[in-house]
């Protein structure tokens, strides 16, 4: 377990985000992150798509995009404050971050309202923002998964875009096995702390 340096004030500053499109790999690296001792909160989407598929709810992406944004948001808003009330002295690795609601929202016309902004930027992330590029050799689409190739590389180019437009510095991890990926980051983030 990464614990931090006793000087740090705000503990928000270690929240990183991992983002990118879908089939990137991110939950396999945050699985090596973890590995390496570092305290990882899953993706909210996959969880809520399965329990809008077991109760037949058409929170879906492919259903009723506006409540389905409304429940990730939520989702991730939890996350957040649950890791702020609990893990304030660790390095945390989000699988997604809020800001991947918003963009999910500006890509299909929900409106942003100036409430969500607001609760958006009141939660902040550490300022680097890790995001995976398409990697079309291991994308693949799964019942939860349904965006084509093509759909994958826009989400990318917008996520980017979002953190990017909200003041965050976005670093691309490159395509390499997951242990050089894990490392890439790791030692980005250990360098921050010294």
């Known amino acids: 377990m990464r614990l931090l340096p006793k000087k740090l004030e705000n503990p ?12 990137v790999g991110k939950t396999t690296l945050l699985n090596e992150l973890s590995s390496r ?8 989407a996959r969880r809520i798509i399965k329990e809008q598929m077991k109760i037949g709810g058409d929170g879906l992406p492919w259903e009723n995009k506006a409540l389905y944004a409304q429940l990730m948001f939520d989702a991730s808003l939890a996350s957040y404050q649950r890791v702020a009330r609990e ?15 918003i963009c999910y929202m500006e890509m299909e016309n929900i409106p942003v309202s100036e409430e969500l902004n607001k609760r958006t930027k009141g939660n902040p992330y550490a300022q680097k923002v890790f995001i995976l ?9 799964d019942n939860e998964r349904k965006q084509t190739w093509e759909e994958a590389v826009y989400t990318f180019d917008k996520m980017k875009h ?26 980005i983030v250990i360098s921050n702390l010294l």
């Open 12 to 23: 928000a500053l270690t929240y990183y985000v991992i983002t990118g499109g879908l089939g």
């Open 162 to 187: 979002t953190y990017l437009h909200y003041g965050y510095e976005v670093v691309e991890v490159p395509k390499d096995t997951i242990e050089n990926r894990g490392r890439f980051i790791s030692d």
């Open 133 to 141: 590029p398409p990697w079309e050799e291991i994308y693949e689409l």
């Open 87 to 101: 893990m304030t002295s660790h390095i945390v690795f989000f699988d997604r971050g809020i800001l991947d609601t």
């Open 37 to 44: 001792g570092f305290k990882t909160v899953p993706e909210d």
